[in-house]
C-alpha cells in the first residue's frame, strides 16, 4: 500500500510538471501573436464549436474562424506603426518604399519602414504559432479529430517546447522591430516627449531678498 501511494504521488508530481511546463511553453508561444487575435480566437472558438460537440454548420463555422484568424497573425507582420509630428501613433502597411500611408511623417524617415526578407518570416512564423496553439485546442480537436485526444496530449507537451526554441532562433537571425497592429505598443526613435521648460522652485526656500 505504502508502494502505492508513493508511485501514485510520483506520477501525480511528473503530471503536474509536465502540465507547468506544457502552459509556460504555451504562454510564451501566444507573446508572439497578436494580441487582440488571439482574444477573439479564445472568445469566440467555444461558441462556434459549441465546446467541441460540432455539427456541420458548427464545423464550417470554426474553420473559417481558424482561417481569419490565421491569415490575421500573417497580416499584422506587415503592418507597422510611428510617432508623427503631431505626437500622435499612426499605423500603416509596409512597402518597398516604406509605411503607407504615413500622414504626419515631415519628421520621420520612413525608408526605415520598408518591406523586407524578415517580414515574411515573421509572418510564416507566426502563422506556424497559431496553427500548432489553434488546431490543438481542445474544442478544435473535439470538433474535428476526437480520436486524435490521446495523441492531442503528448504534442502539447512537445510541441510548443520545439516551436519555441525555433521562434527563439529565427529572432535570433531576424529580430523584429515592428509595431503592428495588435502588438503592445512601445516607443520608438521618432517618439518625441514634450519636456516642460518652467522653473521648479523649492517650496521651503525662501527668496532672498537683496541687501
Same mark, same amino acid.
Given at each position: 500500500?505504502?508502494?502505492?501511494?508513493?508511485?501514485?504521488?510520483?506520477?501525480?508530481?511528473?503530471?503536474?510538471?509536465?502540465?507547468?511546463?506544457?502552459?509556460?511553453?504555451?504562454?510564451?508561444?501566444?507573446?508572439?501573436?497578436?494580441? +487582440? #487575435?488571439? *482574444?477573439?480566437?479564445?472568445?469566440?472558438?467555444?461558441?462556434?464549436?459549441?465546446?467541441?460537440q460540432c455539427?456541420?454548420?458548427?464545423?464550417?463555422? =470554426?474553420?473559417?474562424?481558424?482561417?481569419?484568424? +490565421?491569415?490575421?497573425?500573417?497580416? !499584422?507582420?506587415?503592418?507597422?506603426?510611428? #510617432?508623427? !509630428?503631431?505626437?500622435?501613433?499612426?499605423?500603416? *502597411?509596409?512597402?518597398?518604399?516604406?509605411?503607407?500611408?504615413?500622414?504626419?511623417?515631415?519628421?520621420?524617415?520612413? =525608408?526605415?519602414?520598408?518591406?523586407?526578407?524578415?517580414?515574411?518570416?515573421?509572418?510564416?512564423?507566426?502563422?506556424?504559432?497559431?496553427?500548432?496553439?489553434?488546431?490543438?485546442?481542445?474544442?478544435?480537436?473535439?470538433?474535428?479529430?476526437?480520436?486524435?485526444?490521446?495523441?492531442?496530449?503528448?504534442?502539447?507537451?512537445?510541441?510548443?517546447?520545439?516551436? +519555441?526554441?525555433?521562434?527563439?532562433?529565427?529572432f535570433m537571425?531576424?529580430?523584429?522591430?515592428?509595431?503592428?497592429?495588435?502588438?503592445?505598443?512601445?516607443?520608438? =526613435?521618432?517618439?518625441?516627449?514634450?519636456? =516642460?521648460?518652467?522653473?521648479?522652485?523649492?517650496?521651503?526656500?525662501?527668496?532672498?531678498?537683496?541687501?
Open positions: 500500500m505504502v508502494e502505492e501511494s508513493s508511485s501514485e504521488k510520483t506520477n501525480s508530481s511528473r503530471t503536474r510538471r509536465a502540465t507547468n511546463t506544457t502552459i509556460s511553453a504555451a504562454g510564451n508561444l501566444v507573446k508572439l501573436l497578436p494580441t +487582440g #487575435t488571439v *482574444f477573439v480566437f479564445q472568445f469566440l472558438n467555444p461558441v462556434v464549436t459549441n465546446s467541441g455539427n456541420t454548420i458548427n464545423k464550417w463555422l =470554426s474553420a473559417i474562424l481558424l482561417l481569419l484568424c +490565421g491569415f490575421s497573425c500573417a497580416f !499584422s507582420s506587415f503592418t507597422d506603426s510611428y #510617432t508623427g !509630428s503631431d505626437n500622435q501613433r499612426h499605423y500603416g *502597411f509596409v512597402t518597398r518604399k516604406g509605411i503607407w500611408p504615413s500622414p504626419a511623417s515631415d519628421s520621420v524617415d520612413l =525608408s526605415g519602414y520598408r518591406l523586407g526578407v524578415s517580414d515574411f518570416v515573421h509572418a510564416g512564423l507566426s502563422l506556424l504559432v497559431f496553427a500548432v496553439l489553434g488546431l490543438l485546442d481542445t474544442n478544435t480537436v473535439h470538433c474535428f479529430y476526437g480520436g486524435f485526444e490521446s495523441t492531442q496530449k503528448t504534442l502539447l507537451q512537445v510541441l510548443p517546447t520545439v516551436i +519555441g526554441v525555433l521562434a527563439g532562433w529565427v537571425i531576424f529580430p523584429n522591430t515592428r509595431h503592428g497592429i495588435g502588438y503592445p505598443l512601445t516607443s520608438d =526613435s521618432n517618439e518625441t516627449t514634450p519636456k =516642460s521648460t518652467d522653473t521648479i522652485t523649492d517650496p521651503q526656500k525662501n527668496p532672498t531678498d537683496n541687501v
